[in-house]
């Protein structure tokens, strides 16, 4: 017996005919389909917004975050649905494959790319609003928790520390960002190197498949289970809650935050950091921003701040022990330590609630996260940059508003195989940089200035950054690396390797082999869903 791959050219095109995506699309049967399912609980206005409804652009716009992707020129969806019951979901995904239409799934509407609530290639589609989805359920007898996709990591963080002072969990630093779409590309965050990603310590799911079943880690088998553990959101069904192990943190954990001239004596510091951050202990966890200090129109006006974050699990006298051994050049002093619960830290990096209570982690509402028009890239470090490499790199960021976030790796990150979960950038990554510019003009001119902006500082920073392939995270959503056809059809796994291999490197394969087992048909496809790579068997003499 011979094993043999075919490339799907055909079958994409036949099977994209199939789903009705290049004949003219059937909107009136799926909500004649909808609104014969939904359970007489519910009006059908609760669950079904259209254009038509007073409700659609709050709800549209409640949590869309980039707003490159909320102008009058981005395509909005056939339809909302906001789901409050798990057969909702089932009935939305029954109904629109039935009818021909796509279907778009967000949690928190963080999407770099918006490709979670918006279609850049025009295809009609409905968009699944999981945001009333939100329940977390913690079980302390095993020190686990259910918590629903479209519960916040904030909210998530927030109802473990009411149930334990001793208990956390390993995800992000911006607490608005949505459960659902952090989890399915892996969740990098602050204590990754003590416990890894966020998938990492994924135990068990319920998805809605294609053909509206909910399954849990038993009866979707462990190869599903693997690809959504990492193999970023919406390829794969719909993901109605994960089932996570909590993490010990201390009672107490300690934080810093210097600001430094990023001149000769700063550039000194990142460069150690680049040997140090990752060979530290596991408990520690220092990451640097490189922003301008002062904005001016004149370039030479202009001047870079330096910021080390960091936080330790454990005292201050403890940290100033690692620190004076392992990093003196930071300068570090104990009063610049300052010590608070693992919660109260959690509200200290995200910035922007600086100066609120932990019950602004779980009150959306009273300080959302800051919206602005912005573009983000991504990399990875395999070997120090050299030290005169950086004044090169300052001065890129001085043409503009450019924002470097340098996060260290090693520790768990390194200890974990690359085929564990999708995520396959683990031992041999110094560090990610996320390359982040933001700005407030709407204009479309203004916009294509930043990208193009961003777009020379990326390709400039080639030789320093991974190579073959120039590995990518899936959760800062690129464009740029590629894109599949037409509603996520008429890309073969060949094609698709141009941005998925910067993705998820080796684990690539086995996604799209997994796709084509789950969802043959691709009903679940956007500009940069999984392709399905399906597998013929072939009996030869």
């Keep these: 017996m011979e094993l043999k791959f075919f490339s799907c050219k055909l079958l994409s095109f ?13 909107s009136a049967e799926f909500f004649d389909c909808i609104s014969t399912k939904l359970s007489s609980n519910f009006t059908s206005s609760d669950i079904v917004i259209t254009p038509d409804d007073t409700s659609y652009s709050t709800i549209l716009q409640s949590t869309i975050q980039n707003l490159r992707y909320s102008t009058d020129k981005t395509l909005k969806p ?10 909702h979901v089932q009935s939305t995904i029954i109904c629109s494959k039935a009818s021909g239409l796509q279907i778009r799934i967000r949690s928190g509407g963080h999407d770099d790319e918006g490709l979670s609530y918006t279609s850049h290639d025009h295809t009609p589609f409905i968009l699944l609003d999981m945001n009333k989805l939100r329940s977390v359920t913690i079980d302390l007898d095993d020190n686990t928790a259910w918590v629903e996709s479209g519960a916040t990591i904030g909210e998530l963080y927030y109802w473990v520390s009411q149930k334990s002072n001793l208990l956390g969990f390993p995800a992000g630093e911006c607490p608005s960002v949505g459960v659902g779409g952090h989890l399915s590309g892996g969740g990098f965050g602050i204590m990754a190197r003590k416990y890894g990603l966020s998938a990492d310590n994924v135990i068990d799911a319920h998805i809605v498949d294609v053909n509206g079943r909910i399954l849990d880690r038993n009866s979707m088998g462990e190869d599903l289970f693997w690809a959504i553990r990492g193999g970023g959101g919406g390829s794969f069904g719909v993901v109605l809650s994960w089932k996570i192990n909590l993490v010990y943190v201390p009672p107490v954990v300690t934080v810093f935050s210097l600001s430094k001239k990023l001149d000769r004596s700063g550039t000194q510091i990142v460069n150690k950091w680049q040997y140090v951050a990752h ?10 921003v490189v922003n301008l200090a002062s904005v001016s129109e004149q370039e030479e006006s202009r001047t870079l701040q330096l910021t080390i974050n960091a936080l330790f699990l454990g005292t201050a006298d403890k940290l100033m022990e690692i620190v004076e051994d392992g990093f003196p050049e930071l300068g570090l002093q104990k ?9 109260e830290s959690v509200v200290y990096f995200s910035g922007y609630l600086s100066g609120e209570g932990i019950d602004a982690l779980r009150d959306r509402s009273l300080k959302p996260w800051p919206k602005s028009y912005s573009v983000a890239k991504s990399d990875y470090v395999k070997k120090p940059i050299p030290e005169e490499a950086f004044e090169d790199i300052w001065k890129w960021c001085l043409q503009e508003n450019l924002l470097l976030v340098i996060e260290p790796f090693g520790g768990r990150m390194s200890e974990i195989d690359a085929t564990e979960t999708p995520y396959a950038h683990r031992e ?6 996320q390359y982040i510019m ?19 500082i990326y390709e400039k920073m080639t030789p320093f950054v991974s190579n073959n392939p120039r590995e990518a995270y899936v959760n800062v959503r690129d464009l740029d690396l590629g894109t599949n056809g037409k509603g996520g059809c008429g890309s073969s796994y060949e094609h698709a390797l141009e941005w998925g291999s910067k993705y998820f490197m080796g684990n690539f394969r086995r996604l ?3 796709k084509g087992e789950v969802d043959p048909t691709n009903f679940f496809g956007h500009e940069q869903s999984i392709p399905p790579l399906v597998l013929d068997y072939l009996i030869l003499d």
Excluded: Q
């Excluded at 036949?14 to 059937?26: H, Q």
């Excluded at 009063?335 to 919660?343: F, G, H, N, Q, Y």
């Excluded at 933001?438 to 020379?456: G, N």
């Design 14 to 26: 036949l099977l994209c005919l199939s789903l009705g995506f290049f004949p003219s699309i059937n």
């Design 78 to 87: 056939l339809a909302i649905i906001t789901p409050f019951a798990y057969h």
């Design 279 to 288: 060979n530290l202990t596991e408990d520690l966890f220092i990451h640097l």
């Design 335 to 343: 009063t610049d330590c300052v010590e608070m619960s693992w919660i």
């Design 428 to 433: 041999g990554n110094l560090y990610i940089i």
């Design 438 to 456: 933001r700005w407030t003009d709407e204009d479309f001119k203004a916009a294509k200035k930043h990208v193009d902006l961003l777009r020379e």
């Design 512 to 514: 799209a082999i997994v």
